[in-house]
């Protein structure tokens, strides 16, 4: 097991005379009536790593909340009340534009945005982080992408063991915990920034989105794991330091990638 340091942290490097989109496109794939936070978190956050261009696909109404909150979210409006394998087509569109999807943030776990999920990952080819709740419907060898990322904690884990005899070599797992875990294949990591603090909602959307904002840059998943885990702990302990108790608000603020 490797301990990471700050040295493990590779960035990618933004060219003098770049253009807007030059440093990757994101398309997050989440959110619900109750949740609507959650998807702007994790745009908030892959802005944060670097990312030009952050889009979100999300239901009718959500997407119209998600506008409210922050206006350099690109929001494409679903015609639906929920995600069900209906939508699978119309963000299939979406993603076509992306260089990477986030798919999972406050999307829901009814049987049909579970089948929504299934039926995504089935077609979607583009680099993926796979977050929240899209991790309890993953069955990881049906995912057509190569390159893929999970972000579960301890009980999103246990969901996806449940679903997957087997891990296959090519998915990066970074466990989420008081010491984060990143596994793909035989390399093993672990990841000791953070504080008990950081245990409030909206923490791992915030992960979730700097890990996916690196990967659409064309970082590859276990860097963008390993660059996600190191700095959104050494983010928590600077928001410790400066507010105490904090929320992922906070946890953003303190953001320096």
Known sequence: ???????????????????????GRLLIVGGSEDLVGAPVLAAKAAFRAGCDVVEVAAPWKVAWAINTHDASIIAHKLRCKAFSEAQVPRVLAHAKRADAVLLGNGLGRS????????????????????DADALHATFLDEVRSDLVVCTPHGKEYE???????????RVVILKKGSTDVITQGRNHY???TGVP???????????????????????????????????NGKAGERAKKKYGNFSAEELLLSLRA
């Open 197 to 231: 603090e950081m245990a409030v909602a909206g923490t791992g959307d915030v992960l979730a989105g700097l890990a996916a904002g690196f990967l659409a840059q064309g970082v590859t998943p276990l860097r963008s794991a390993i660059n996600a885990a190191y700095l």
């Open 111 to 130: 049987p049909a945005q579970r089948a929504f999920v299934r039926g995504l990952l089935r077609e979607l080819d583009k680099p993926v982080v796979i």
């Open 1 to 23: 097991m490797t301990l990471v340091t700050a040295k493990d942290v590779k960035l990618p490097r933004r060219r003098r005379n770049a253009h807007k989109g030059e440093q």
């Open 159 to 169: 969901s996806l063991v449940k679903n997957n005899k087997a891990i296959p070599g």
């Open 190 to 192: 672990e990841n000791r």
